[in-house]
């Protein structure tokens, strides 16, 4: 049986960035993935998405979105994706995105029902997925984590989670990159193999 989930996948440096301190991602793209991108699998299981305004505005500059939409199209398709900002962006012509702001309660409600039993992905950053986790909303976080310290950036879930709320589910290598799967919360007290079967998802790498 499927279970959908609530997921923040994500790549990060082993000392927990997301981003360097120029929210750069160049030392990420520098790391052997290997002959496999596990994010396509991984992206096929996914209704619904978000992401804050910060992580919106790298994909504007850096996939050119605005200029040639189809970028967008070509990686998301017609999956919708709530923004939350508090400041006036530009959308992505003809994408399926939704500006909003306050609590991610409400807005975790729509994307639900707009994911029709399909996973949900918080595509970052951590202090967007920190509300999530505050509000009992977060069952999965995927780390992509890659061979590099940053030494400083953005961090990864800038939240206190203590091994009680946290199960580690799977472990894979990938190229370089080391794929690190845990429950969160209420999952997580099951302990490991019950999380795991709870969850009823084979990941997307193997």
Partial sequence: MFVAKTQYYTATSIDGYTADLDNS?????????????????FFSGVGAFAMGASTYEWVLKN?????????????YGDVPCWVFTHRELPPVPD??????????????????VAAQGRNVWLAGGG??????????????????????MLGAGTP????????????????????QFAYLTYAVGSLAKLGRHLAADALSRQPAYR
């Avoid at 996939?63 to 990686?75: A, G, R, S």
């Avoid at 509300?131 to 069952?139: I, M, N, R």
């Avoid at 990864?156 to 190229?175: F, I, N």
């Fill in 25 to 41: 991602l160049e030392w990420l793209f520098e790391v052997d993935e290997g002959t496999d991108n596990p994010f396509g699998a």
């Fill in 63 to 75: 996939d050119n979105v605005l200029e040639e939409p189809e970028n967008w199209h070509e990686m």
């Fill in 95 to 112: 994408a399926n995105v939704f500006m909003v702001s306050g609590d991610v309660q409400r807005v975790h409600e729509a994307m639900l």
């Fill in 127 to 148: 202090d967007l997925v920190s509300e999530f986790a505050d509000a009992g909303l977060l069952d999965e976080i995927i780390l992509a984590m890659a061979p590099v």
């Fill in 156 to 175: 990864l879930l800038p939240r206190r989670l203590t091994s009680q709320q946290l199960a580690l589910t799977h472990v894979a290598q990938m190229g």
